[in-house]
Every structure is written in C-alpha cells, then in structure tokens.
C-alpha cells in the first residue's frame, strides 16, 4: 500500500485512539501542540519500549521534546537500561552465559533503513552505541564477538567488567545443576527494544539484551538480528520483540509485524498475528512467552504476547503509562 494511503486509512482510527486507548489512564491531561512535519501531516512524537522500562522511555521523551532525532532518543533511551548494574539482562549486570562470561547483543535502525548490529560482545557496557558505530562508521551491518569489542576499543569505547558481584553468585548457583530452563517472564524478562517517533515524523528503533541467562557460549538470539528483533521502516512504522529469540528468528517476527501494517493491520492486529505464526508453528507448546511491541507512522501502537505478565511503556505529550499487553493464552 502507498504511504498516502496508509496514511489515509488510518488517520481516523489513530486520532481516537492516541487520546483515548493509549493514554486514556494518564495522570496529566493538558493540551497538547499540534505538530506537522514539512508535507502538514500531524506529527505526535511518541516512545514505546518493551516492559515497564521507565526511566528508559522517560530519557528518550527528554531527548524527543529537546528537538533531538528518534535515533538518538532511542539510542540515549537504552543506554539507562544498559548502564542500570541492577537490571540483569542488558549490559553491565546482564547475566553470563554458562561459562560466565557477559555477551552483549543490540541492534539500531533508523529512519533511512540503515541499521547496525553487535553479536555476542564483551567487555564493553553500550553496545546499542557500538551498534550504532557499525551502522554509521562501517560499511558493514554487524559485527560478532571479538570484532566487534575491537571495534568498539577503536571507537573509544573503554573496558569494561560487565558481570556483577550479584550475576557472579547467581552463575554459582546455577551451576550446581546446571539446568537450562528459560523461566517465562523472570529470567528473560528485561530486554529493552524501543520505538520512537520524533517531531519530523520519523521513527527509528533500537533493541540490546545480554540474551537468554546462561546460554550456551557463542549464542545468539533475535535481539541483534534486523528483521527478527527489530525493524522500521519509516514509510510504514517498526515493531521490535522480546522473549525466546529463537522463535522470534524463525518467523522473522519484527520484519513480519511492520509488513503486515504495511497490508493495511494496525500495530494490534500486527502484533496479533506475529504472534500467533509463532504459535501455529509451536502447536501444543505453551511454556515460552515472546511480546512484539509495534507502531506505525502515525504514532498509532499495538502490543501483544504469548503469557500474561508482559507490559510495554509508552511516554508521549499526554504524559506516560504502563500498558499491560493482552495475551495469546490467559
Ligand atoms: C534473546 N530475545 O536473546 C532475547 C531474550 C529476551 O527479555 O528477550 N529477554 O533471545
């Protein structure tokens, strides 16, 4: 469908639903500025990230309303997360892998359809900006392990000790059975992918974990991976993904959602449908949880997930909330 169209079809519903659906529970009501990028379409900067991330969300809003661009709100957004030595599955304090060691995965697309990657890197505690280095200093999309770290040294990024004292000894414990289990909504239950649209109307999207706790060594899940994890097109919106990334990869989840809007799906009934390809392809499985959380050009958003227990923030003019995603089981 051409953008004009897109844009046409679902300007009535999005007028409703940012004021009503979305925010409807914010605490502060206040008039909100009608922003029109240069073809007078109405633009309403908007942030969404997975889970109740609100310091996350909160940064990337403060750099939207500073004028900044949606690529750096994102950027700046998961950095809290990634230096937040509380939060164990992104950057420093993320959980090892079983052989202790702290692999970091992210990814960043902007508004052009650029986008970089870093796979399975250590010692270097922001990956989303190393990501973004790829993306703008390389000619290349991802670099993995090794490769990776040496770029970012090269870049400036110093060395870092991402496995804190209280990762350390949950490793430690873990090892005395080693059982590998990911535990729906408690071990996997931070990775921050973001969205945001900024005042010109253009979105980008950023997406960083320290993956699935213990791991094997050299794994890597959906969160790095453009079109799994992550994906934007700025004609169309994004979408991005948490959860067992390898059911995101096989169903190419974020590319998916993005494509299904581009049919004519809002974000919900996009985020619906990603995930339940996911669950068609896993009949009788119910021991996993994955969330997509989407958005189209019009700030219009959906967010949807396998278990219940999986939320995503949204931060906006109208202020911000929590949203508590409907699920596929109950
Ligand atoms: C992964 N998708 O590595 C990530 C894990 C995750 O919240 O989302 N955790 O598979």
């Not at 490793?171 to 990775?191: A, M, R, V």
């Not at 994955?290 to 278990?307: L, M, P, T, V």
Request: aromatic content about 6%.
């Amino acid at each position: 469908m051409k953008r004009r169209n897109f844009l046409k079809n679902s300007r009535a519903a999005t007028a409703g639903l940012i004021s009503t659906t979305l925010l409807g529970s914010c605490k502060e009501e206040k008039a909100v500025p009608v922003l029109k990028n240069e073809n007078a379409e109405v633009v309403r900067p908007i942030v969404i990230c997975t889970w109740n991330f609100l310091n996350a969300s909160a940064k990337a809003w403060e750099v939207l309303q500073a004028g900044g661009t949606s690529l750096d709100a994102v950027e700046q957004g998961v950095m809290v997360e990634e230096d937040d030595r509380n939060n164990q599955t992104v950057g420093t304090g993320g959980r090892p892998d079983r052989d202790g060691n702290v692999t970091l995965d992210a990814c960043i697309m902007d508004k052009d359809g650029n986008c970089g990657a870093v796979l399975a890197m250590q010692n270097i505690a922001n990956p989303i900006s190393v990501a973004r280095k790829v993306m703008e200093d390389t000619p290349h999309v991802m670099l993995a392990g090794k490769g990776a770290e040496q770029f970012a040294y090269e870049k400036g990024f110093p060395k870092a000790d991402l496995l804190t004292e209280k990762s350390k000894q949950e490793w430690l414990e873990w090892k005395k059975t080693s059982e590998y289990k990911p535990i729906i909504n408690i071990e996997n239950h931070d990775t921050i992918g973001i969205l945001a649209i900024d005042k010109n109307g253009d979105i980008s999207g950023g997406c960083t974990t320290s993956g699935m706790a213990y791991k094997m060594a050299g794994r890597v899940g959906d969160s790095p991976i453009i079109g799994a994890g992550l994906f934007v097109d700025n004609e169309i919106g994004g979408a991005t993904a948490t959860g067992v990334g390898e059911e995101v990869v096989r169903t190419v989840g974020s590319f998916l959602i993005v494509e299904l809007m581009r049919q004519g799906k809002t974000p919900q009934e996009a985020c619906e449908e990603g995930v339940k390809r996911i669950m068609a392809k896993n009949e009788g499985r119910d021991d996993f949880q994955i969330g997509f959380i989407a958005i189209n050009k019009n700030g219009e958003i959906g967010g949807y997930c396998i278990q219940p227990g999986f939320s995503y923030r949204t931060y906006s003019e109208e202020g911000h909330r929590n949203n508590p995603s409907k699920s596929f089981l109950s």
